[in-house]
C-alpha cells in the first residue's frame, strides 16, 4: 500500500468519525469549553480516599480551616465494609455540610481469588465484577447505599453500570442516583466517553495520563462533567498536574478538580486500624486543593465555582 493510499484511508476515517459526532483526532487546537454546570460554573473540588465518616469530619474541618470549597468526596473500599451506622454517620456529616459522597460499589477481582488480576499482564481484571455472583454483590452494595441516602455511586466495571442504568430507569433504584464511573474503568478517547454515558454514567474520571489534546476531544463528544486527577497516587501513576490546572478548566469545563496524592500508602480496603494515616491523608489532600485554587488565582483566566449544594450535587438524603 502506498503512503497517498495509506493518507487517504486515514482522512476517510477521520470523516467518518466526524460523521457520528465524534471528533476526527486529538484536539490540539485545545478549544475552549462553552459547556458548564446546572449552575453555569467551570468547575468544583474532589476530594478522593474518604474512607468513611471519620475522614469525612476530618475533610469538613480542615476545608473550612483553609476556606477551600469542597463539593464532592468519593471512597474507594466499597460499601461493605461501612457498617449501618458508618453509613448514617456519614450521610448526617454530608447532608448537614451539603457535600456529594460517593461510595465505591465493590466487591471485585482484584480482592476475589482471581489468579488473573495478579499477574503482571492480568492487572486489567482486578477492577471488574468476577462473575455474575460479583456483579449481583455490586449491585447491591448500590441498593443498599441507596436506602442510607446515599445518592451518588462509583462504578467500574461496564456490565454493573449498564445494570445500574437500567434499575435506576426501572425505578429499582431511585431515580437521582447518579453514577461515578471509576477512573479504573478506562475511558481514553471520546468513543469510549460517549459508549460509557449511554449506559447510565452521570461523570467520568478520566485516566490521569491524558495529554490536554486528549482531553479536549473527550469533552467534545459528551456534555457530563469530566472528574480529572491534578493529582494523583502513586499506583495510578504519580502525577503532579498542579501548573495545568488552568488549561484542564478551560478545555475540560464542566470538570471536578480531583486531588490525589503522591507518596501515599495504598489503604484499600481501609478500617479504623488505618484512622490515623487515612486521617491525616484526607488534611493533606484539602491542603492540596488549596494550593491548586492559589494557583487557579494566580491565572490569567476567570473561573467560577459552585456553591455548597448546588444543582447536579449528589448529596446525600439524611
Known amino acids: 500500500m502506498s503512503a497517498i493510499t495509506s493518507q487517504r484511508g486515514i482522512a476517510a476515517t477521520r470523516r467518518f468519525l466526524e460523521r457520528l459526532g465524534l471528533p476526527g483526532g486529538d484536539r490540539h487546537d485545545l478549544p475552549t469549553s462553552e459547556k458548564r454546570f446546572p449552575d453555569g460554573a467551570h468547575y468544583r473540588i474532589e476530594i478522593p ?27 474507594g473500599s466499597g460499601v461493605f465494609m461501612l457498617t449501618d ?29 482471581s489468579a488473573m488480576a495478579r499477574a503482571p499482564a492480568g492487572a486489567v481484571i482486578a477492577p471488574v465484577a468476577r462473575g455474575q455472583d460479583q456483579l449481583v454483590h455490586c449491585l447491591e452494595d448500590i441498593r443498599r447505599a441507596a436506602e442510607h441516602g ?19 430507569t426501572s ?21 469510549t466517553a460517549r459508549t460509557v454515558v449511554s449506559h447510565g454514567a452521570n461523570t467520568l474520571n478520566l485516566p490521569t495520563d ?3 489534546a486528549q482531553i479536549a476531544a473527550i469533552r ?3 456534555d457530563v462533567p469530566l472528574d480529572i486527577y491534578v493529582e494523583s497516587p502513586d499506583s495510578l501513576g504519580g502525577f503532579v498536574r498542579l501548573p495545568e490546572i488552568a488549561e484542564i478548566v478551560r ?68
Not at 451506622?85 to 481469588?113: H, M, Q, Y
Not at 446515599?150 to 435506576?168: C, K, N, P, T, Y
Not at 464542566?254 to 490525589?260: N, S
Open 150 to 168: 446515599i445518592r451518588s455511586m462509583l462504578i467500574a466495571d461496564l456490565g454493573v453500570l449498564a445494570v445500574f442504568g437500567e434499575m435506576r
Open 220 to 222: 467534545t463528544a459528551v
Open 251 to 318: 478545555v475540560a469545563a464542566p470538570v471536578y478538580l480531583k486531588f490525589g496524592l503522591r507518596n501515599a500508602p495504598d489503604v484499600y480496603p481501609s478500617g479504623t486500624h488505618l484512622d490515623a494515616t487515612t486521617i491525616a491523608l484526607s488534611r493533606e489532600r484539602v491542603h492540596r486543593a488549596r494550593l491548586g485554587l492559589e494557583i487557579l488565582g494566580r491565572s490569567e483566566l476567570t473561573f467560577m465555582t459552585s456553591a455548597l449544594g448546588a444543582g447536579g450535587l449528589a448529596v446525600p438524603v439524611a
Open 49 to 75: 480516599s474518604v474512607e468513611g465518616p471519620r475522614c469525612l469530619a476530618a475533610v469538613i474541618e480542615e476545608a473550612r480551616r483553609l476556606d477551600v470549597t469542597v463539593h464532592r468526596v468519593s471512597q
Open 85 to 113: 451506622r458508618e453509613l448514617d454517620e456519614t450521610v448526617r456529616i454530608a447532608a448537614a455540610a451539603k457535600i456529594e459522597v460517593s461510595l465505591f460499589a465493590r466487591p471485585n477481582a482484584g480482592w476475589d481469588a
Open 210 to 212: 491524558l495529554a490536554l
Open 171 to 191: 425505578g429499582e433504584f431511585p431515580r437521582d442516583l447518579q453514577a461515578k464511573v471509576s477512573v479504573m474503568l478506562p475511558v481514553a478517547n471520546a468513543a
